[in-house]
């Protein structure tokens, strides 16, 4: 069984801009305050990842993201549970006062409820959501565990104890309001 974290001196942690790594889906994943614009700032250094390109935020229930996005209609709010939880990630419309380090050049937010128990719990136990990017340089092979995590990243980013579930590759990405699947 993997030990919990202390939730309280995490917290603490992505409050101050901690950085943090942490198994999902099909990797582990580079996280942050998704409110704290130094610590997106970081990740994205980190990575080596343009801005422009925009970050994915994971949380436990769609409920989480909704600081972040504009009202969804009646119907999209409906139709979420076809997609979540799962390994698909949304493009939703965003709030008028959404950060500009989470969606880049875009006008959509990358947003996902996640099927992985330990990054959902992680989430539902800090109570928010979670940037969720790859951990990996850019371009590179994304890290699958806690030993390449604490080798790569060092105490730059804390590593929390976990398995990958067995998902192969990214999450899907798709716009649920043109259709569009924008990564298969």
Known sequence: ?????????LRAWLRDGGLIAYA??????LGCDPRNARAARRILALKGRPWA??????????GQFQRFLATLSADLNGRLQQWWPGPNTLLLPVARHCPRWLTGRHSKLA????????????CHGLGMALVSTSANRAGKRPLKTYRACRAAF???VWVLPGRCGGRRGPSRILDPLSGAVVRA
């Open 53 to 62: 390109k925009g970050l994915i935020l994971i949380g436990s229930n769609a």
């Open 154 to 156: 060092g105490r730059r």
């Open 111 to 122: 947003v996902r409820v996640t099927a992985h128990a330990g990054a959902a719990q992680l």
């Open 1 to 9: 069984m993997t030990p919990r974290p202390d939730l309280r001196r």
């Open 24 to 29: 999902t889906e099909s990797c582990f994943g």
